[in-house]
Antibody, heavy 127, light 108 residues
C-alpha cells in the first residue's frame, strides 16, 4: 500500500524559505505513470494546487506561486521536495503531498486523480 | 486557467436522502481529467471519482459521477452518516490544476 508522509518545520519566519519533503513508501517515485504533487489549504479555506513534478524532474507550477516555488525529486531516497521562498502570513496552511495518476493500463483501463495523499502538515508563518 | 464553480455552497440533507452536487467549468474539460474528492475535518481529502465517472478503489457504489464538457455532477444515492463532509471537484487537464471552492454537505 502506497503511503506518503510530509516532513519539515511547522514554523517559518516571514521572508524566509519554507522547505518540506514528502517520503513515499510502498511504491516508487520512479514511475512515468504519476506526477508528484503539492497542494495546500489555508485554515478554513479551499484546496490550492502548488505544483507537480514527474520522475524526470519536469515541473509545472501554479502561476500565482511560480516565482517563489521550487520542486525537486530524489528517486534514490523515494522523496520529493518543495521550497517556497519569501513567505508571508498568507502562506500559512496545511501542506499536503499527493500522487497524481493519469495513465491507461495494459488492459486499456484508465486511472486518474490524486489517488494517494499524505496526512498533511501545518506550516505557520510567523515571527 | 479553468475556473470550477460548485453549487450549492452548502447542502443540508438527512441520512437516507439523495444528494446531487454540481461542478461547472469556465471552459470545457475532457472527462478523463475531472475528479471528485471528499474531506472530513482534520483529514486529508480522499479521491472518490476520477475520469468524471469512475469510482476510485474502495468507494461505495452509492457514489456516482456524471457529466461532460462544462457541467459535471456527483450523486450520492442514499446518504450515510459518514458522507457528511466537504466535497471538491478538480480538473487536472491543462495546467494549472484547479479545484472548485467546495460544497459542504450537512446533516439536516
Amino acid at each position: 500500500q502506497v503511503q506518503l508522509q510530509e516532513s519539515g518545520p511547522g514554523l517559518v519566519r516571514p521572508s524566509e524559505t519554507l522547505s518540506l519533503t514528502c517520503t513515499v513508501s510502498g511504491g516508487s517515485v520512479n514511475s512515468g505513470s504519476y506526477s508528484w504533487t503539492w497542494i495546500r489549504q489555508p485554515p478554513g479555506k479551499e484546496l490550492e494546487w502548488i505544483g507537480s513534478i514527474n520522475d524526470s524532474g519536469d515541473t509545472s507550477y501554479s502561476p500565482s506561486l511560480n516565482s517563489r516555488v521550487t520542486m525537486s525529486v530524489d528517486t534514490s531516497k523515494h522523496q520529493f521536495s518543495l521550497k517556497v521562498n519569501s513567505v508571508t502570513a498568507a502562506d500559512t496552511a496545511v501542506y499536503y503531498c499527493a500522487r497524481l495518476a493519469g495513465y491507461f493500463d495494459t488492459n486499456g483501463h484508465y486511472y486518474g486523480g490524486l489517488d494517494h495523499w499524505g496526512q498533511g502538515t501545518l506550516v505557520t508563518v510567523s515571527s | 486557467e479553468i475556473v470550477l464553480t460548485q453549487s450549492p455552497d452548502t447542502l443540508s440533507l438527512s441520512p437516507g436522502e439523495r444528494a446531487t452536487l454540481s461542478c461547472r467549468a469556465s471552459q470545457s474539460v475532457a472527462n478523463i481529467f475531472l475528479a471528485w474528492y471528499y474531506q472530513k475535518p482534520g483529514q486529508a481529502p480522499r479521491l472518490l471519482i476520477y475520469g468524471a465517472s469512475s469510482r476510485a478503489a474502495g468507494v461505495p457504489d452509492r457514489f456516482s459521477g456524471s457529466g461532460s464538457g462544462t457541467d459535471f455532477t456527483l450523486s450520492i444515492s442514499r446518504l450515510e452518516p459518514e458522507d457528511f463532509a466537504v466535497y471538491y471537484c478538480q480538473q487536472y487537464g491543462p495546467s494549472p490544476i484547479t479545484f472548485g471552492q467546495g460544497t459542504r454537505l450537512d446533516i439536516k
